[in-house]
């Protein structure tokens, strides 16, 4: 079993690499088209500006090969925080951006109607399952997952939605549509649960 | 319940006679059931030390599954991002962003605001007035240290770190008056930092100092149960933490 993780110039791809490794996989970083076309999965992580991780992207011309993989051969991916955001239509993350379009969904900043609420919501939260997934194999019950983020995906196709999370609002906290599966938590920081989610995507068959 | 690991010139730095080994920390971080990391290059006047600190970095963020916060010495997007890519999740910014707060704005716009983290060390002054200082501490500013936090987040700090120099390794509880005064002014996360020596202390942190969450950088006073045994302990207190 192969793993890429994409690199485009953001995120925490270090820890993401040291989860993989952990667990046991072959996994490498990397932005090179032919490498992501022969790896059997690919993990898109990310912590950073939407507008930033789309132009970067585009720059590594990895728009049209990542539709290709994902959308046509409908290669295994697993998306985190901005990934997971970037598979979106449009963000509102400092103007109106576009995105992968690879999900129907949109991307909303955390509304403080709450005054007690802080943005960014960073720290360990729920993550509550809202549909069964392969995802969830030996997650029990009330296990908590860590979130760094100010924005959070809407979904318009509200069957793909397998976990959610409150904080001033109920948001999602996980999607899977058919071959795509994404979190908004970080799995790969996470400890034993967050390694055990990665766990259960590499091992799907 | 972060824990606050100090590195200089690339090892492990204690107050005390303890052989200096980073490897043997990381054994226990990863085992214990800590919420989050942060590592402060605290090395001073040393040309090579950086290559030693980001080795250190390295090593953590393959080896521990939790959030890692790093800072120390952190003067530009260059470092930011040098930082990133070996595996921090967030920067810790202190001297640097009060001299140039306009990096607060780049780095957010960047990064996401959650990814700056604006520390800020505080001393009581003359008439019991808190003023900011930076340099490791031996530089008094003129802004006090709520008026600084509040600046910070407008600049776009996604959280605030707070230590006590006062407080910092007495052991004797945070300076509540202090933490309080920040996490009043502010509506990012508050880290409260500095003199934490018990349970209670991080009870109090978060009830008195109203911080969003506690350091502990004397981790040599604890074993592996005992972080466990402190959430706990919180829990009863009815905070809401991760067992």
């Known amino acids: ?205 | 319940m972060i824990t606050v690991l100090t590195i200089n010139d690339g090892v492990l730095f204690r107050t005390r006679d303890f052989i200096p080994d980073y490897r043997y920390t990381i054994n226990f971080v990863d085992s214990w059931s800590v919420d989050e990391i942060i590592i402060l290059d605290i090395t001073r006047g040393k040309d090579n030390s950086k290559e030693k600190f980001y080795k250190v970095v390295e090593d953590f963020s393959a080896n521990c599954f939790v959030p890692l916060s790093v800072g120390g010495g952190v003067t530009s997007l260059d470092d930011f991002s040098k930082l990133l890519n070996i595996g921090a999740d967030k920067i810790v910014i202190n001297t640097e962003a009060y001299e140039n707060p306009e990096l607060i704005t780049q780095a957010a716009e960047k990064y996401g605001s959650q990814c700056v983290v604006v520390s800020i060390d505080a001393k009581i002054t003359e008439n019991d007035i808190y003023k900011v200082f930076t340099n490791f501490g031996s530089k008094m500013r003129s802004l006090e240290p709520q008026s600084w936090a509040k600046k910070a987040q407008d600049y776009g700090a996604g959280e605030i770190m707070i230590t006590s120099i006062d407080k910092d390794g007495t052991l004797e509880g945070y300076d509540n008056k202090l933490n309080s005064l920040i996490s009043n002014v502010v509506t990012i996360p508050v880290l409260v930092s500095g003199g934490a020596g018990k349970w209670q202390d991080f009870v109090d942190g978060i009830k008195i100092g109203k911080g969003s969450a506690v350091c502990t950088t004397n981790i040599y006073h604890f074993t592996e149960s005992s972080i466990l045994n402190a959430k706990k302990y919180m829990k009863n207190k009815n905070i809401e933490v991760r067992i």
């Open chain 1, 1 to 205: 079993m192969k793993i890429s993780i994409i690199d485009y110039g953001l995120g925490n791809l270090r820890s993401v690499y040291g989860a993989i490794e952990r667990i046991g996989g072959e996994v490498s970083i990397t932005n090179d088209i032919s490498e992501l076309k022969q790896s059997d999965k690919l993990i898109l992580p990310g912590v950073g500006a939407f507008a930033d991780g789309m132009e970067s992207l585009k720059k590594l011309g990895l728009i049209e090969p990542l539709k290709e993989l994902i959308i046509e051969q409908k290669k295994p991916i697993f998306a985190i925080c901005l990934g997971f955001q970037l598979l979106a239509k449009e963000s509102s993350e400092f103007g109106a951006h576009k995105g992968l379009g690879f999900i129907d969904a949109i991307v909303r900043k955390i509304n403080r109607n709450d005054k007690q609420i802080i943005i960014p919501h960073v720290g360990w939260n729920d993550m509550i399952k809202v549909q069964d997934s392969y995802l969830w194999k030996e997650i029990p019950k009330d296990t908590l997952f860590y979130y760094v983020h100010s924005y959070h995906v809407v979904c318009n196709n509200k069957r793909i939605i397998i976990g959610k999370c409150h904080y001033g609002i109920d948001f999602i906290s996980a999607i899977e549509d058919k071959n795509i599966v994404a979190t908004q938590f970080h799995p790969e920081k996470s400890q034993y649960f967050g390694l055990q989610v990665l766990k259960n995507f590499i091992e799907k068959k």
